[in-house]
């Protein structure tokens, strides 16, 4: 799994960029977003990414931001949305847009997105409002994973995540329901607890 990229920018443009790492040049897909905090050609950038892999190939998507990972990640996780998609949505609505409107259901916020139509953004409510009481937080992810919490209690909340991923769940659907389960578990949790509470948020 590539879950980040750090190297020199070869070439950007609106809907994707190419990052040289070592001397192979990964294609990345990224939203409006991301290209806005693009450096200039040749100099050097970092991104996160999610590898996406189908039936007919692969595709690695890059984010700025950890905030627009993890809605990605919610995003494809939503019945009817695929990555294309949810591409779309990202470069349509900023996290925090995205988040107002799923609060509100702002149907017409939503379909005003580029292959949004009604049905999926009813879809998108249904599935995601629930699911992300604290999006308004996950926005302004200047909070890390384990923020105070210090070296080893990130430690374990990244291997609960990782046990959710293995169990099916995408990147942002994990952590997300990792961070609420801390947010609801008092001490320091052995990683079992914390991925049984997390898997009961995450449905």
């Known amino acids: 799994m590539i879950s980040s990229l750090h ?3 070869l070439e950007k443009h609106p809907a994707e960029a190419i990052i040289e790492v070592a001397g ?8 409006l977003a991301t290209y806005s905090a693009l450096p200039e050609e040749d100099e050097t950038v970092a991104l996160l990414t999610e590898l996406i892999i189908r039936d007919d190939g692969a595709d ?3 984010f700025a931001e950890e905030a627009e990972r993890t809605l990605f990640g919610l995003l494809t996780a939503v019945s009817g949305v ?3 998609m949810a591409q779309g949505i990202l470069s349509g609505l900023s996290v925090e847009e995205f988040a107002r409107a799923l609060a509100a259901e702002d149907l017409v ?4 997105i580029k292959g949004v139509g009604r049905k999926t953004a009813e879809r998108l409510v249904l599935e995601l409002k629930e ?3 604290h999006l308004a937080e996950v926005a302004g992810e200047a909070v890390p994973l384990a923020e105070e919490q210090g070296e080893e209690a990130a430690a374990w909340q990244e291997e609960a995540v990782l046990a959710l991923r ?3 769940y995408g990147t942002g659907e994990a952590e997300v329901a990792v961070r609420r389960a801390v947010e609801q578990m008092e001490g320091e949790p052995t990683v079992e607890a914390l991925v049984k509470r997390a898997l009961t948020l995450a449905r």
Request: charged letters at 20%.
């Open 109 to 112: 916020t939503l379909t005003g």
């Open 24 to 31: 192979v040049g990964f294609r990345c897909r990224i939203s």
């Open 7 to 9: 190297g020199r920018l």
């Open 166 to 168: 293995s169990l099916g």
């Open 131 to 133: 699911k992300l009481p």
């Open 82 to 84: 695929g990555p294309r």
């Open 60 to 62: 690695l998507y890059g």
